[in-house]
């Protein structure tokens, strides 16, 4: 069975709480995101599971599927405070497929995890070959752009130089 989830860790010289709220900030998505997609968000700040908020995405920076511009849905799905937060995609299509990041302590800052679920997905869209929409190299890159955000011109931790 081929991977149908990646996983990137990086640490990151920040403490779990300032982590956790950009990545609950429907404004803090658009920063770090690396993709290109992600042109602007409207909405609240998620405070539990089944809140949403709207990302505007322009899918043309993919180069893959002539989209243009058009709206989805981030409806979380997993919400622990300070330690892991999870969303699905959802619009035209709802896919199934996830995203998320695990936050845990360490000495100077946090372990973050970012994933890409596309488990759930139908195995017609499976077929299909779009998946994975994001590559491991964008997860890492955003983890990248997540830490000069967070916690700009602080090195990494010694800890987990990763």
């Not at 619009?91 to 998320?100: A, I, K, S, T, V």
């Not at 990041?101 to 800052?109: A, N, T």
């Not at 955003?142 to 010694?158: C, K």
Request: proline fraction near 7%.
């Amino acid at each position: 069975m081929p991977e149908e989830r990646i996983e990137v860790q990086r640490a990151i010289a920040a403490d779990p709480s300032t982590i956790f709220r950009t990545l609950c900030d429907p404004q803090g998505h658009v920063a770090i995101d690396s993709s290109g997609m992600l042109m602007a968000a409207t909405g609240d700040p998620v405070t539990a599971v089944g809140d949403t908020f709207t990302v505007h995405m322009d899918r043309e920076a993919l180069n893959d599927f002539p989209l243009g511009l058009y709206d989805v849905t981030i409806r979380i799905v997993t919400y622990e405070q300070d330690r892991e937060i999870s969303w699905v995609v959802e619009g035209q299509l709802n896919l199934g497929h996830r995203y998320g990041y695990r936050l845990e302590p360490i000495d100077g800052g946090t372990l973050v995890t970012s994933y890409y679920d596309w488990s759930e997905v139908d195995q017609s869209w499976k077929d299909s070959g779009i998946f994975p929409v994001i590559p491991e190299s964008a997860l890492r890159a955003t983890l990248g752009i997540l830490a000069r955000t967070v916690a700009p011109g602080r090195p990494r931790p010694d800890a987990l130089a990763l």
